[in-house]
């Protein structure tokens, strides 16, 4: 029997699957076609059944499936550092909100958006989860990189450079998926910014479009004690309780932080299969608080990671973050064995995937799913030795260790170099934007 034809055959020393039995498997290879994974078996067999066009190996290495960042602002890679050791109402009005009016249009968007996608990318990350303003030079920088990307029809209750009231952001965003919705990488989701920002008759109509347009529901909820306590004055209730009384809770919804939860709160976010984005390092960084991960796995709430905005971390990092969530879990509580190596990796791949309905599609490396894949050098000094692979990818490796990056089965990173990006090119719009920024 002739070898089956295959785009692309990628070997390693361990496949780490993150599947429903989180195997991991020793000397194989993926086959990926068109796109897909069409069959993961042991080396040997793999190159006696299948001719490539291109054919990878990767001794010491681990393959793992593409990281999701299930919170960031990609645009604001370009605020990197610019106001940083503040509290989180400060940082905002007084120093963030003020630039964005000054500087943010549509190439300062498509230039910061194409960073975020080229620090993701050599980061291990395959599909970010955005929300920012000016969606279609978000959506094209997300296109021209070869990233895969949720992005954001989001609305503000005040106006800025790209809209002047929610109908007008609504309007933007919505050509913008008409333009952007059918590519093969993208999805679109609604985006409120957040409850203080967002008045009961924007919320629901919101829920109305994202129920009529298949979108998911992306909003920053409970994330400071000042949020709540503000919601409590001029609404009577908490945030939460406001969102449930307007229809929000739903499987569709992404609640971004979720800092301060009441138990209650926990299982009425269990009962309606709310998804939750955490993101260790920016609510650290804010002094927010701890996100309490290992009680809402207790209610089965399904929780991803993400790194939220570069303005804010200053990491688009996934490494950084899945090695803080294991870490500040553990410490919030006092017990070591919550959120082990193999639930920190699932929060990074398969739970991001699930929260964007995708994860049909994305999230463990199986047998029809998109080839979405990274490789993580483990044969390093630094990784010596090497007990547990997933192990080694959550306490020990960092980004410096991704090697390649596939998304869709396109070689987007090739040993360590950018194929879809002229990086030299990129600092020096960074650069650029830089002096602006400080003049």
């Known amino acids: 029997m002739l070898p089956h034809q295959i785009d692309t055959l990628i070997s390693a020393s361990w496949i780490i699957t993150v599947d429903h039995n989180n195997t991991v498997l020793t000397d194989h290879a993926i086959a990926v076609s068109q796109g897909r994974i069409v069959a993961i078996l042991p080396t040997a067999e793999a190159e006696k059944a299948f001719e490539a066009s291109h054919r990878i190996r990767l001794p010491g290495q681990a393959l793992i499936p593409g990281l999701i960042n299930l919170h960031t602002h990609s645009a604001m890679n370009l605020l990197r550092g ?46 970010l989860n955005d929300m920012y303003f000016f969606p279609s030079p978000t959506a094209q920088a997300m296109i021209d990189a ?50 203080y920002t967002i008045s009961d008759h924007t919320f629901e109509r919101m829920v109305m479009l994202a129920d009529q347009l298949d979108m998911q529901i992306h909003c920053h909820i409970h994330e400071t004690r000042a949020e709540i306590e503000g919601s409590i004055k001029e609404h009577g209730v908490r945030p939460l309780e406001r969102l449930a009384r307007l229809g929000l809770l739903s499987p569709r919804l992404i609640a971004v932080h979720m800092v301060h939860l009441l138990e209650d709160e926990m299982a009425q976010l269990a009962e309606h299969g709310v998804h939750i984005a955490h993101n260790p390092s920016s609510n650290m960084k804010l002094a927010s608080g701890i996100c309490p991960v290992p009680a809402l796995h207790d209610f089965n709430i399904n929780v991803g990671i993400g790194t939220d905005g570069a303005a804010s971390n ?44 995708k994860e049909h599609d994305l999230g463990s490396l199986e047998i029809g799913k998109l080839a979405d894949i990274t490789a993580v050098d483990l044969s390093d000094l630094a990784c010596q030795p090497c007990f547990d692979p997933t192990s080694q990818l959550v306490y020990v490796a960092g980004r410096e260790h991704v090697t390649n990056v596939w998304v869709n089965g396109s070689h987007v990173l090739n040993n360590r170099e950018l194929t879809t990006v002229d990086e030299a090119e990129l600092k020096a719009k960074a650069k650029a934007w830089q002096h602006k920024l400080s003049a």
Request: glycine share 6%; net charge negative.
């Open 314 to 357: 200053n990491r688009i990092d996934m490494f950084t973050e899945m090695r803080t969530a294991a870490l500040l879990a553990k410490v919030g509580v006092e017990n070591p064995e919550v959120v082990p190596a193999t639930k920190a990796l699932e929060m990074a791949t398969i739970c991001g995937a699930r929260a964007l309905g």
């Open 82 to 127: 610019f106001a940083d050791d503040l509290p989180l109402m400060t940082w905002l009005n007084d120093h963030i909100w003020p630039a964005e009016k000054k500087h943010v249009g549509e190439q300062f968007v498509y230039d910061g958006s194409l960073l975020a996608a080229a620090e993701s990318i050599k980061s291990g990350v395959t599909c």
């Open 146 to 195: 070869q990233i895969r990307a949720a992005i954001s029809v989001n609305v503000i209750e005040f106006p800025t450079q790209y809209a002047v009231d929610a109908d007008d952001y609504l309007k933007k965003g919505l050509e913008a998926h008409s333009r952007f919705g059918d590519h093969p990488l993208l999805q679109f989701t609604m985006a409120p910014h957040a409850p």
